[in-house]
């Protein structure tokens, strides 16, 4: 079952740089997604979706961590992860979304640090926390694949990567009241993700923009932060949403076109943009949905979607720039053409490898091509993909 709405949010603790990028479900099936725009107040966020859609499914992605590493978690007694979150801020975990301010106030009930710059490391958490190394302050999803590297560590708060203080705005300010008044669910803890769309509630996932960079042929480095770097890739971005049949009103279209403004926030609603995609790919390809069923995932650290359970603790592959041509495309949305294959648009197994069974062929084909598939060959994602392309993708 597709949900009605999807939406992806940029999270962060300034209410200013939280932005969401939507996409609707339209009659003939396809999705139309929307221009970003700022998230709102957290507290009547979930309200606001439902009463986007008073009926039928709405998948919800956010970009802060959900879950807690093992090694944490065992060392803390931190149970199920969505039965700890409304308990957390309060009782023996009353400063648990408290950073803490000096190394000696770090403990399993206080794990967020530092408060403040000054004098600060990540062996100083360690300490405090009891661990070994750097890996225990990841989760298993956590760690580098062929098309990323590492996360930032949950429990840290300094610089520009870290995701501690959006944990921590995200769930007390957003998940926990919701899981009191049961109006989410959230995958992969509470079910696989077609069994929680078809419930037609709202279903709440972790996703990672750079992990979609990877599936739409984004360069690496091109240089996110930048109005310009965002845009070199618009011809990129253009050309999967037309292979893929997403619809983009205008005005998005003209933001993904100009790099989505030099605004401070353009970088904040381009990755709302790209988590959306993201979200789009793993409805409609459910290869991209699949969570391990280490019950140490499924209960405590949680996974991000897109990632590979294969994939983890690889070192990342370098991306070639690829040089598109000036030709002017012409983007397909929800109709076909005169060109369009028979069996676009239906299951078929890969042509390459036999494995591999797409659930609309070619949708995903480009993330399957550079990463898994066992019949093409290359030594780079971007090289596999060339080959895929040229071969079967007409």
């Known amino acids: 079952m597709k949900p009605e709405l999807i939406v992806s949010c940029d999270w962060s603790t300034d209410g200013g740089k939280r932005w969401l990028a939507a996409a609707e479900l339209s009659p003939s099936g396809f999705y139309e997604a929307a221009a970003p725009h700022p998230a709102g107040n957290s507290d009547s966020f979930f309200p606001r979706l439902r009463e986007k859609v008073p009926a039928g499914a709405i998948l919800a992605g956010f970009d802060f961590p959900i879950g807690v590493p093992l090694a944490y978690a065992e060392k803390a007694g931190f149970g199920r992860f969505p039965d700890m979150l409304p308990l957390l801020g309060g009782g023996p975990w009353v400063d648990f979304y408290s950073p803490a301010v000096r190394p000696e106030d770090i403990s399993l009930v206080r794990p967020f640090y530092p408060k403040t710059p000054g004098g600060t490391n990540k062996q100083q958490l360690l300490n405090g926390l009891g661990l070994r190394d750097a890996q225990e302050l990841l989760r298993r999803c956590d760690r580098r694949t062929a098309a990323r590297g590492d996360a930032c560590e949950i429990f840290w708060t300094l610089g520009p990567n870290q995701v501690g203080r959006a944990a921590i705005h995200g769930w007390r300010n957003l998940l ?12 992969p803890f509470d079910g696989e993700l077609p069994v929680l769309l078809a419930s037609a509630g709202i279903t709440v996932l972790e996703c990672y923009p750079a992990e979609t960079y990877g599936h739409l042929g984004l360069s690496r480095s091109f240089g996110k932060r930048a109005r310009g770097g965002r845009s070199s890739q618009s011809r990129t971005i253009l050309s999967w949403c037309g292979r893929n049949g997403i619809g983009l009103q205008a005005d998005l279209t003209a933001n993904i076109e100009d790099g989505f403004g030099d605004s401070e926030t353009g970088e904040d609603a381009f990755d709302a943009f790209i988590g959306l995609l993201g979200l789009i790919e793993a409805v409609c390809d459910s290869s991209r949905c699949v969570a391990p069923q280490d019950p140490s995932v499924r209960d405590i650290e949680g996974w991000t979607l897109g990632t590979d359970p294969a994939g983890t603790g690889r070192a990342p592959v370098a991306r070639t720039r690829r040089s598109h041509s000036k030709t002017t495309t012409e983007f397909r949305f929800a109709t076909a053409t005169a060109q369009t294959p028979a069996i676009e648009g239906r299951e ?33 994602p971007e090289e596999r993909k060339r080959a895929y392309r040229e071969r079967y993708i007409k």
Request: hydrophobic residues 35%; charged residues 20%; positive net charge.
């Open 348 to 380: 078929r197994l890969c042509p390459a490898c036999k494995q591999k069974r797409f659930a609309r062929w070619p949708w995903g084909w480009d993330g399957h091509a550079a990463h898994n598939c066992t019949g093409i060959t290359g030594d780079t």
């Open 176 to 187: 926990a009241p919701a899981i009191r008044n049961r109006s989410i669910s959230i995958w």
